[in-house]
């Protein structure tokens, strides 16, 4: 067998530790470095349940590295009620995305509009306060106890890498995927994990994947990804 052909597991394994519930009771799991459990960077998919690319792909990586080589802190999917009912919002009909504790939280309904591929609207809501979701709240709490400096989050489909700061592992993940890096996506977004992260000083990098299918993605990505999440970055 050519030392190219890699074997991918059937489950992503290890014992990931549960930080929280979902609305609908789901546990929301975050995979820990085995070595030492204390990690300064967090790489997570799934916020928005309709962008299933981003934990199909952190899955593939996963199951493709031995987890005793994992440098990072992973949870597959931050909002496991969306992925399952294919929803943008949690089992509340809420943008997880617009609902954390920022300056600029606003109460009015998020709506996404209509595009050539997308042609309706679709209008989601912030919540009835900052942090009111248990994902949200949850997620708080595990940024508290493990305190990373980095966080990579992945979305889909804008095709870039989103660093408000050009940080070195920011141009390198825009060097090995080929994606443009910019330093915001066009529009306001209150309440964002994005401002949360500003405000509290933790890196966000954004890595917004394009339009592709999902064969494309983890061929294309996996590779990167899998330096990210064995510090090789
Ligand atoms: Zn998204």
């Known amino acids: 067998m050519s030392d190219t052909i890699k074997t991918i597991r059937g489950t992503i394994g290890g014992e990931p530790i549960i930080y929280g519930e979902s609305v609908q009771g789901l546990p929301l799991e975050v995979w820990l470095p085995e070595k030492e459990r204390e990690t300064h960077t967090l790489i997570m998919a799934g916020q928005h349940g309709d962008e299933a690319e981003g934990p199909v792909l952190l899955s593939y ?4 590295i031995d987890l005793a080589d994992l440098t990072c802190a992973v949870i597959v999917t931050a909002n496991p009620d969306g992925l399952r009912y294919g929803t943008r919002a949690n089992a509340n009909g809420v943008d997880l995305n617009r609902n954390w504790s920022t300056k ?5 309904m998020v709506i996404y509009p209509q595009d050539s591929e997308n042609p309706d609207d679709l209008t989601l809501s912030p919540g009835t306060e900052p942090a009111s979701e ?10 508290e106890d493990i305190k990373p400096r980095l966080v990579i989050s992945i ?6 890498i989103d ?4 940080t070195p592992t920011a141009k390198w993940l825009s060097q ?10 066009g529009y306001p977004t209150p309440g964002s994990f994005g401002s949360w992260a500003q405000e509290n000083g933790v890196e966000l990098i954004t890595w917004e994947l394009p339009r592709a299918s999902l064969h494309e993605i983890k061929a294309k990505y996996a590779p990167a990804l899998i330096g990210l999440l064995t510090g090789k970055a």
């Open 176 to 185: 090995e995927t080929g994606l443009p890096l910019v330093e915001n996506i």
């Open 134 to 143: 248990p994902e949200t709240q949850a997620l708080l709490n595990l940024l």
């Open 61 to 64: 990586a996963l199951r493709l």
């Open 104 to 108: 600029n939280w606003s109460p009015e």
């Open 155 to 160: 979305h889909s489909a804008l095709g870039c």
């Open 163 to 166: 660093d408000p700061h050009s």
